[in-house]
């Protein structure tokens, strides 16, 4: 036992990490979170944060149960009611609908700041939770029923260490954890951007042979954008002057908003698709972007990382009260295999949906428009896919 009396360390306090300590809290665990950087406390005349995850059903539900969500909503979220894909080499185009799955929204947009002050804000007055911020975790070594791990030089002993220490994970590496990665040569362009028209709670999104066009909505007639591209066309576009960056977004998205104009800074991150080998290692486990990373043209990356924190979750709740070494094995084991079969398909098809589309190949181009067609005309399929879009 820590000297400090948690049983369990949270080694990040990324919206993934901050999420699995407030989950293994409500589970009835005594938790250590441990986080070099404390995040900026949210202001609503602060200009929004360029960082905005697509948080889906499943998630709203994770954080309905973790109590955070009312206060997501007091900040600021958009609802998406309605989704649109399209292909700008073919004809035919999907569209899902809330009504399709008989749920009110399809998920909701909302900037990293607000959803980590929301769940910071509640870890802080979580009696079962201590915050450790200013230092990281150094290492870990095994022991025979439990984990010691260094905490900026202290040494605590503990049951469980969740690494939730993003894509880079120093954990994942000391733990000697292989990683399959595949760059996509790809750079995700975001910025907020103000339509000519109102985006109608709608999530656009059109593939282009170089990568997908997101426009996310945001406040009034505000979108969020993400755009996919290579690395080298994302480079030349955050040194183009404004007018020519609008007008090249505006073609790029076939002026379907209209006239689409900067109103925020650009940046880019460069895309990655990642899948640790292993998810534990004896007491250590993976969660989040440092066991795997998705391509963003779904918005799923942190919504696989919030069903972890949420499987997690329910497997440590369905136990109750401290476990036993042998319970601790078996869950962290059924953890390991469900969460990675998971999370490996959802990589693979996310890539394989940036891989059919982010070309223009004639036979590939030809299959493209009949098939959207055909999906946005069976009533059930379109329902099916509706239900994978919202998580
Ligand atoms: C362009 C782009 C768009 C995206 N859009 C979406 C979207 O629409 N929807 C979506 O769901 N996802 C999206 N994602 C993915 C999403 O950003 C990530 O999946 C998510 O941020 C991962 O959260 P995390 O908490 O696992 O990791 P991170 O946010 O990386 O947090 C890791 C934390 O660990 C801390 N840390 C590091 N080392 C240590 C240590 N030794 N000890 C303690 N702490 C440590 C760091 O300080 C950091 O705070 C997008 C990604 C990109 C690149």
Redesign the pocket.
Known sequence: MSRRGANVIV????????SAALALAEAGQRVML????EPKPWRADDPPDL?????APASIALLEKLGVWRDVLAMRAAAYRDMRVWDAAADGELHFRAADIGAPTLGHIVE?TVLLDALWRRLREHPRVEIRTGV???GFEHREDGIAVDVGGERLDVELLVA????A???RGQAGIAVETHDYGQR?L?AYVECEQPHRETAWQRFLPDGPLAF?PFEGNCCSI?WTQSSAEAERRLQLDEATFNAELTRAFDARLGEAALVSPRAA?P?RRQLAERFIDHRLLL????AH?VH?LA???????LQDAAFLMHLVGAIGGPLTASQWKRLLTRYARERRSESAIAGRAFGGINALFSNDQPLLTLMRGPGLGLVSRIAPLRSLLAKHAAG
């Open positions: 080694a990040g306090g990324g919206v993934v990490g901050a441990v986080e070099p950087r960082r905005v995850y697509a948080v990293q990281g975790v150094a939730s220490d993003g894509a994970s120093p954990l995700g975001v996310l993400v991150f895309l969660i989040g972007d440092a990373t963003p918005g799923q990356g942190a919504n696989l990382g």
